[in-house]
């Protein structure tokens, strides 16, 4: 990344991508959006409104479904679904140059999990998510810098979004360090207006976000529960809890600190109110369900590991059926 004004490329235009282009463009920034179909349509014709704690946003921006016509970026966010990487990250190929730097904002387990770890499995593909090695042979990792978001959004139409938390993301380099392009990376997504953070240990906030979304998600397909539902009514929270503890036991099996200890994590679950989840919303609307990053993921992890985890194990499986009669 050079020290001129950056090309920034956000390919995937949902809630949390047009987030990232509505504060970055509205910031004057020169932001390129990779989009289809109706959502595409929608940018050509109105751009993007974005709604959120600091006011309304409505910026106009280029897009196109072709990335050779966006061209070479400084700079790409990958803001799609875990399942929709397979077909991306080859369609991107145009827009990366030798220098570009691509941060995937995609929840659970990241398929650069073990590339850089430098523990027992460094170098390891995780399975799970990138069964077959399309996305560790359409990427050099050498690209990539590791992104959690903690941005909850969602579209009421077609590149129309609402938010109504506070924006956080954190970036962390794979191999830990603290380089010049990391703390670029940091600096302009402050300057959009979120907070941002960069850190030598990015798989402990990913863990952070990772308890979060498994001790949520397939629960709330199971149930149809909200968020505050999840953590605070007896009859959820004892499920949640013993999903939590399993997790954490994972996390910190794999060198994980997570500084939130459990009653405040349940607490802050709480407090998000009536929440549904991102899988709730998915499954509602028949579409393919996150389990392979979000749960499937962790599992094997554990397994890594030999740590049971018997009711997240369960719960997965129970949300795997709903979503499957959801879709056929």
Known sequence: MNASPLRIGIAGAGAIGCTLAARLAGRGHTVNVLARGETLS?????????????????????????????????LIFLCTKAPALASLLPQIQPMIGAETVVIPVVNGVPWWYFHGEGGRYDGQRVNAVDPQSILGEALDLRHVIGCVVFITAHCTANAVVESHTPHLMIFGELDNRLSP????????????????????????????????????NPLSV????????????????????????????????????VSIDPQTFLELGASMGAVRTSMLQDYEKGRPLELAAIGDAVLELADYMAIPMPVTRHLIALARFRGDQACH
């Not at 703390?183 to 850190?199: D, K, N, Q, W």
């Not at 199971?222 to 954490?248: K, N």
Request: proline share 1%.
């Open 222 to 257: 199971i149930t149809g529960a909200t968020l505050d539902q999840l953590y605070s009514l007896p009859e959820l929270q004892e499920l949640v809890r013993t999903c939590l503890h399993e997790t954490l036991l994972t996390a910190a099996a794999h060198g994980a600190r």
């Open 42 to 74: 929608a940018i050509h014709r109105d751009g993007i409104h974005l709604s959120d704690l600091d006011g309304d946003h409505h910026v106009r921006i280029h897009a196109s479904d072709d990335a050779a016509s966006l061209g070479e970026q400084d």
């Open 181 to 216: 392009r990391l703390e670029r990376v940091r600096a302009l997504i402050e300057s959009a207006g979120i907070e941002a953070r960069a850190t030598e240990r990015i798989r402990d906030n990913l863990w952070t976000k990772i308890i979060a979304n498994i001790t949520s």
